[in-house]
T-cell receptor
């Protein structure tokens, strides 16, 4: 069975400071891992994905995530937060197609001026 | 947006009404999904269609009835809904060539009175 846990329901940072959104997963197989972002009243947009290639994955808008198998983690980071990064972020694990895709509960990121 | 459109964007309906949500994807994908997003709950997968065939029904009540006439269109027919069905309904699509990456529409915000 697979699962995904986002360790923080809310994260608040100041503009220009680093962002860390934490995600742990469990999977019986070699999973694919994703981060999606959802701005208010919008659908989910893919930020980045890991599919067993390089363990450090770079995504859009300066975000990146590192796959650490020993820690079963896939944390999302950004060196410097921008006001436009304020949104909800979802960590997702998949190991076999649409119905095997599990979404985390989400982390809401607040960015203070 | 992402090539996946949903109409209407907002819908208010009474418990005795019948309405339909529409999703259209312009990406040439063969798989389409309906999700329910409620406040403070993880994203819930409702239905999966692959090449117009329903491949998964995640124990969704019969008052939700999906229809997939072709690979580009997906409907969710609603009847005798309950107030707890109020949520954001998201449509997504995917293609095997892109692994498990799903592309989401903006959603329909549904309020059941």
């Amino acid at each position: 069975a697979q699962s995904v846990t986002q360790l923080d329901s809310h994260v608040s940072v100041s503009e220009g400071t680093p962002v860390l959104l934490r995600c742990n997963y469990s999977s019986s197989y070699s999973p694919s891992l994703f981060w999606y972002v959802q701005h208010p009243n919008k659908g989910l947009q893919l930020l980045l994905k890991y599919t067993s290639a390089a363990t450090l994955v770079k995504g859009i808008n300066g975000f990146e995530a590192e796959f650490k198998k020993s820690e079963t983690s896939f944390h999302l980071t950004k060196p410097s937060a921008h006001m436009s990064d304020a949104a909800e972020y979802f960590c997702v694990v998949s190991d076999g197609g649409g119905f095997k895709t599990i979404f985390g509960a989400g982390t809401r990121l607040f960015v203070k001026a | 947006e992402t090539g996946v459109t949903q109409t209407p964007r907002h819908l208010v309906m009474g418990m005795t009404n019948k309405k339909s949500l529409k999703c259209e994807q312009h990406l040439g994908h063969n798989a389409m999904y309906w999700y329910k997003q409620s406040a403070k709950k993880p994203l819930e997968l409702m239905f999966v269609y692959n090449f117009k065939e329903q491949t998964e029904n995640n124990s969704v009540p019969s008052r939700f009835s999906p229809e997939c006439p072709n690979s580009s269109h997906l409907f969710l027919h609603l009847h005798t809904l309950q107030p707890e069905d109020s949520a954001l309904y998201l449509c997504a699509s995917s293609h095997p060539a892109e692994g498990e990456t799903q592309y989401f529409g903006p959603g329909t915000r549904l309020l059941v009175l």
